[in-house]
């Protein structure tokens, strides 16, 4: 529930009690569920300032033998915090979020003109068990350069790839191949939208995104050893030979009734190597995806 003018106010206020389920097939499975308190109020036409508090309980279940392994433990210093080893599978996390947002952005479904900038920091730690920060930063901009044609353009500090399995790009592991994780992604999104009749458009997209574990890291390889036993593993920053990129085309489709678009998916992945699918398999050149909401 979101209510834009609370009170009859330019002010927007919102909950959201949530549970989610989601199947990592042959890696884990992650339950959650929580609760979201949302307060913004304008400081312009076209910008807002909000603050979300979210509590919620995650539990890892069915975790894949391979990444208890001691050794792969120990050379990936965010493997075991993501699947909760050593705190009995489960995390609670209590955090405040403030964010940023200039919009001018025509429409919320079908944009065609337009530019959206976000800037947000998530800060765990009012309790709970969980202490972290994250920060997000994100540009979009709609040009419509004819009746039917709006090119999109997104550059994110965060989320996805078209064309790769979930969890797929990022740090692996040299020897068995399990995808490690990083602590950054850096993503860019290109899309040509045509409109073919009403609720009904043809993409055309280009993406490229990398995952990666920053500067150098900190890991305890073993529960309950004390500090002689951390081990420094070397990171990667950003850099230009690392990037995954997909490319092909998309049918998105509003739905009334649930009020989302959905998404017909078919991809090209050019820049694939070394990437494996999560049957642990050499990522495939082509894929075909169905999905529900926008990219951007």
Not at 111 to 118: E, W
Not at 148 to 154: A, D, F, N, P, S
Not at 258 to 277: M, T, Y
Request: overall charge positive; charged content about 15%.
């Amino acid at each position: 529930f979101t209510e834009p003018f609370l009170f009859d106010r330019n002010i927007t206020g919102g909950a959201q009690i949530f549970k989610t389920d989601i199947r990592y097939i042959g890696q884990f499975t992650q339950k959650s569920a929580g609760a979201v308190l949302t307060f913004g109020f304008p400081l312009s036409a076209w910008s807002r300032v909000f603050t979300n508090y979210s509590y919620q309980r995650v539990r890892v279940t069915e975790i894949n033998e391979s990444y208890t392994d001691p050794l792969i433990l120990a050379r990936n210093p965010f493997l075991r915090d993501s699947l909760l080893i050593g705190q009995n599978g489960e995390r609670i996390v209590s955090k405040i979020v403030p964010s940023y947002v200039y919009n001018t952005v025509d429409q919320p479904i079908f944009p065609t003109t337009g530019k959206r900038y976000t800037l947000s920091m998530d800060l765990a730690g009012l309790g709970g068990n969980t202490n972290f920060y994250k920060p997000f930063v994100e540009g979009v901009w709609y040009l419509k350069h004819a009746s039917r044609l709006t090119l999109g353009l997104r550059a994110q500090y965060q989320y996805s790839v078209r064309g790769f399995d979930i969890r797929s790009i990022g740090p692996a592991d040299p020897v068995t191949g399990l995808v490690l994780g990083g602590n950054k992604l850096l993503n860019f999104n290109v899309e040509e939208q045509i409109t073919i009749a009403g609720p009904v458009r043809l993409i055309l997209f280009y993406d490229a995104g990398q995952v990666q574990a920053g500067d150098q890291v900190q890991s305890r390889p073993f529960v309950g050893l004390n500090d002689l036993n951390v081990v420094n593993v070397p990171g990667k920053n950003f850099n230009l030979q690392d990037f995954k990129t997909s490319t092909g085309t998309e049918v998105r489709f509003f739905m009334p009734v649930l009020n989302v678009p959905f998404r017909l998916i078919f991809a090209v992945n050019p820049q694939r190597s070394g990437v494996l699918d999560n049957t642990l398999q050499p990522q495939s050149k082509f894929q075909f995806r169905f999905a529900v909401g926008s990219t951007f």
